[in-house]
C-alpha cells in the first residue's frame, strides 16, 4: 500500500462542501503567542483572536473535550478528562512513539503533551475530526501529527510505536480479531496496547450480538465478556492481557450540551430501568486493558 498517495487521495475531503467553509475559517484566525494549560480542561488565554467563538460553533458537534479558549467554554459531550484520568496512573509515554487510534479530536494528544513522549501520532479518517484540531492547534501549536488514516493502516505505516491507544473503537469493528492484529502490527517488538471497549458481565467465553443497534448505535457488532476479550487479544498474538480498570457510563461522563447535535446517553437508556440500553441490553460497561507484544 502506498500510503503517500493514500494520504494524498483522503487530503481532498478537507475540500468537501461540508468541511471547506470551515478550512477557510481556520484560515482567518490570526497568528499569535498564548498561554496554554493542558490539564482537566485544555486551556488558551491571552489575548483572543476575532471570531474564536463563531468558528468553534460552525464545528460542532464536539464530542471530547472538554476546551476553553479564551472566553469560548466548548463544553463536549464526553467529559474526556474521566477517562484520561483514569488510565493515568497505569502508562508511562516519556520518550515514547505513541499513536492514538481514533483520536477524535485529538483531546488525549493534547494531554498526553505533558509526559514528554518522543512523539505523537493521532488516526482518525473523519475530516470533520481534523479540521478541529487544527482548530485547537493553532493556538497550543503542538508538534502533533494527525493522519486521516485506520487502524488498518497501522502496519504499513512508516514506523512502529511503543504505545499504542485504542479507546472505544474495537466494537465498531466487525471483525475484531483482524482489529487487534493490525494493533498487534503497528508495535515496536516491546510494545503495549491500551484499549478500551464495550463488555458485558459473564464468566463464559461469549459475546453479545446485537440484532440492529446497541445504545442506539447501528455499528456495534459484538460486546465481549471480559473472557472472550482475552480471547481475541491472545488470538491476535498478544502475549499478555492486564484488566486496568472497568466502568459504567454514566451521565457524569456523557451527556448532552449545547456543544452537540442531537441525542446522548440518557436518550440511549430505558427510561424506566437504566441499567439497560432503550434495546434491552445490558447498559454501556467499559473495561480497560494493557496489552504487551513481547
Known amino acids: ?14 475540500k468537501w462542501k461540508n468541511i471547506a467553509p470551515l478550512q477557510e475559517a481556520l484560515k482567518s484566525l490570526e497568528d499569535g503567542s498564548w498561554e496554554v494549560e493542558l490539564g482537566d480542561i485544555i486551556s488558551v488565554n ?10 468553534a460553533k ?52 493534547f494531554r498526553m ?35 486521516l488514516l485506520g487502524v488498518e493502516h497501522l502496519e504499513f505505516y512508516e514506523e512502529k510505536f511503543d504505545v499504542i491507544f485504542c479507546l472505544g473503537v474495537l466494537y465498531h469493528r466487525s471483525d475484531p480479531v483482524a482489529m487487534l492484529k493490525s494493533l498487534y502490527k503497528g508495535l515496536d517488538k516491546k ?12 464468566d463464559d467465553e461469549v459475546c ?3 440484532k440492529s443497534s446497541y445504545s442506539k448505535i447501528p455499528n456495534i457488532y459484538f460486546v465481549p465478556t471480559i473472557k472472550a476479550l482475552k480471547n481475541w487479544c491472545l488470538r491476535a498474538g498478544f502475549k499478555s492481557f492486564e484488566v486496568l480498570e472497568t466502568s459504567v457510563t454514566n451521565s457524569d461522563e456523557q451527556r448532552k450540551t449545547e456543544w ?14 437504566k441499567s ?19
Open 1 to 14: 500500500m502506498n500510503l503517500q498517495e493514500l494520504r494524498e487521495e483522503r487530503l481532498k475531503w478537507m
Open 46 to 55: 491571552g489575548a483572543a483572536p476575532k471570531d474564536v467563538d463563531k468558528i
Open 58 to 109: 460552525m464545528m460542532m458537534p464536539w464530542r471530547k473535550g472538554p476546551f476553553k479558549l479564551f472566553d469560548t467554554f466548548i463544553d463536549s459531550e464526553w467529559r474526556s478528562y474521566i477517562k484520561y484520568n483514569l488510565l493515568r496512573k497505569h502508562f508511562n509515554l516519556k520518550d515514547k512513539r505513541v499513536a492514538d487510534i481514533g483520536c477524535n479530536n485529538g483531546y488525549y494528544l
Open 113 to 147: 503533551q505533558e509526559d514528554a513522549p518522543k512523539s505523537l501520532v493521532g488516526f482518525d479518517p473523519s475530516p470533520l475530526y481534523k479540521t478541529q484540531f487544527e482548530f485547537i492547534n493553532h493556538f497550543v501549536k503542538s508538534d502533533i501529527v494527525y493522519e
Open 191 to 202: 510494545g503495549e496496547v491500551i484499549l478500551d471497549t464495550f463488555y458485558i458481565e459473564g
Open 208 to 210: 453479545l450480538c446485537p
Open 260 to 273: 452537540i447535535e442531537g441525542e446522548s446517553l440518557e436518550n440511549f437508556l430505558d427510561e424506566n430501568d
Open 276 to 294: 439497560k440500553t432503550v434495546e434491552g441490553y445490558p447498559a454501556p460497561a467499559r473495561v480497560y486493558v494493557k496489552l504487551m507484544k513481547g
